[in-house]
């Protein structure tokens, strides 16, 4: 057995990385949205044009960045998303609600004291972690069969 995830959400730490090495050596292939901050928020009007107001600026960048995420979240068999806690992070919330809504395995990676502000995002979930850790443990008992812990 293959899987395909797609790791939507948070950008500014390291989650991506941790599940990525943690899978060595599984059969698995990831995919993301891009995660340079700059370049996804500068895409729309390096494409396609500047814009003078900072809305239409950011409106470019938004619909070509779900081109990519679209696809990711449509190829793949599992996604997991990941909600910070620095951030709003309403693009994750999207992202969940779009793969359940195709009826995709949703992994939803929050923090312990997000739980009630995302209980309507757990709801659509397989299962809810706290730690990158878990996820990956996930992907290896779905992919073996086998728990390691």
Known sequence: M???VYLSGEIH???????????????????????????SDDCG??????????????HKGAKINAIRTRKGIEDADIVVVR?????RQWNAAFDAGY??????????LSLHD????????????LAVAEEPRQVIEILRYVLTGVLTG
């Open 2 to 4: 293959a899987l395909n």
């Open 13 to 39: 730490t390291d989650w991506r990385d941790q599940i990525i090495a943690g899978t060595k050596g599984l059969d698995v292939t990831f995919s993301s949205p891009v995660t340079d901050h700059a370049a």
């Open 45 to 58: 009007v390096a494409i396609l044009g500047r814009e003078p107001d900072k809305y239409w600026h950011d």
């Open 83 to 87: 909600f910070g806690e620095e951030y």
């Open 99 to 108: 793969a359940a809504a195709l009826d995709k395995s949703l992994i939803i």
């Open 114 to 125: 997000q739980r009630h502000a995302l209980k309507e995002v757990h709801a659509a979930a």
